[in-house]
């Protein structure tokens, strides 16, 4: 089953705050006199890009998800591959697997 709109909007919540933790991380380290090693600076940066690119594609999803609900309002068939109860349904309740501990 697909993620409902709650589920996407549930992961996009915790995408945006992943990354601005991360963002604050960054201005810490910039702020301050301490220095990082390069190989913290990549790794940083790196989870920067990820956390973007996560928030990105869930963005898109949201999109798609709208869009299948707005074909269906007007009654007609939806190009994606998802259907509108599977977006209004009851969702799975989990922790949001992309997060590194």
């Given amino acids: 089953m697909a993620d409902t709109i ?3 909007i549930d992961k996009l919540t915790i995408a945006n705050i992943r990354l601005w ?3 604050d991380e960054k201005r810490d ?24 690119k996560e928030r990105n594609s869930l963005i898109d999803q949201i999109n798609a998800a709208i869009r299948v ?9 939806s190009s994606m591959t998802f259907s509108y109860e599977e977006l209004l349904g009851s969702g799975k309740n989990k ?5 590194d501990k």
């Fill in 6 to 8: 709650g589920d996407l």
């Fill in 21 to 23: 933790h991360l963002e």
């Fill in 29 to 52: 380290y910039s702020n301050s006199k301490k220095s990082l090693t390069e190989e913290e600076v990549k790794s940083l940066l790196h989870k920067i890009n990820q956390t973007n």
């Fill in 69 to 77: 609900l707005v074909d269906k309002r007007h009654g007609k068939d």
């Fill in 95 to 99: 922790f949001y697997s992309g997060e």
